[in-house]
């Protein structure tokens, strides 16, 4: 029961690893609010833990404020947030038109920064707080066909170091998770794109020293290891959980 006394504040928690995270938290004894663009989503996720759902869009700073406050009123301070919502989906670079980019900017590392600045603030007065940024291998090694998002993942990987570096003298710790391939929605709507989809899919699983996708299990395994007083002593990090895929 390693976060009976914590508020756990979960974003893209509707399906895949937000979900496995929310149900890890939740197991240890965590209230969690179950936050989602999809509400009706987050709603089902919720009721199977007896958690709270809130509908959430990272992209627009009111919708931020308001599911904080709201996550606040009913379940009290957060003090370990996982900012996992994210979005994939290119084509090669140069065929990504400005918009795309833009698009993944604003969920995959703008929106990162709006969840992170409401609750930071509090997490700080209170010395007490846990931030788990969900990046990518992606964003250490680069990959093909996914351009942007690898840049936006370097992104949450650099605003992970420097918001440690400024919060660590005051009881806040600032992790990231870079997941290689792992077996959920974002990867299944890869695989559907047809012959270039499962191509795409196996060069993923190639790219595994383990030779297999992972479980969104195995990645909440490790953002719940960062969230935990298990971890008092990192931060910073980047833990890489991809088969072994990155190795740094
Ligand atoms: N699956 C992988 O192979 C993989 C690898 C590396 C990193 N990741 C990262 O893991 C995280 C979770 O992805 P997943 O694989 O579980 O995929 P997923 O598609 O199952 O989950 C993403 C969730 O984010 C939500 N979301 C999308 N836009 C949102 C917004 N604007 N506001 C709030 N929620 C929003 C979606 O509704 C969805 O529930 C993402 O940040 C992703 O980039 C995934």
Redesign the pocket.
């Known amino acids: 029961m390693r976060f009976e006394g914590d508020v756990a504040l979960v ?8 979900a496995a995270t929310c149900a890890r938290l939740a197991a240890e004894g965590a209230r969690v609010a179950v ?4 509400g009706a ?1 987050a709603a089902a996720v919720a009721a199977d833990l007896g958690a709270l759902a809130l509908e ?4 627009s700073d009111e919708s931020v404020a308001a599911a904080v406050a709201a996550a606040e009123a009913e379940l009290g301070p957060v003090t370990v947030a996982v900012n ?5 989906g290119e084509l090669f670079f140069g065929q990504t038109p400005p918009e795309r980019w833009d698009e993944l900017i604003a ?2 590392l703008r ?1 990162v920064l709006a969840v992170s600045h409401v609750l930071v603030g509090g997490m700080r007065e209170r010395g007490r707080g846990a931030i788990v940024n ?1 990046a ?3 964003g250490r090694v680069g990959s093909q066909l996914s351009v942007v998002y690898s840049a936006t993942k370097a992104g949450v990987i650099g605003f992970t170091k420097a918001l440690a570096r400024e919060n660590a003298r005051h009881g806040v710790r600032v992790n990231a998770v870079a ?4 077996d ?4 299944r709507s890869a695989g559907a794109l047809g012959e270039i989809g499962e191509r795409l899919v196996a060069g993923m699983v190639d790219s595994t020293a383990m030779r297999r996708l992972g479980e ?1 299990d195995e990645v909440a395994a490790a953002i719940a290891w960062l969230a935990s007083g298990e971890a008092s002593y990192v931060t910073g990090e980047t833990v890489g959980v991809s088969g072994g895929l990155g190795m740094m």
Request: charged letters at 15%; a negative charge.
């Open positions: 974003t893209g928690a509707a399906g895949g690893i937000g936050c989602d663009i999809d989503a959430l869009d990272v992209r996992n919502a994210g979005i994939a969920v995959n929106g969900v990518s291998e992606a997941p290689g391939p792992v959920t929605a974002m990867v969104p």
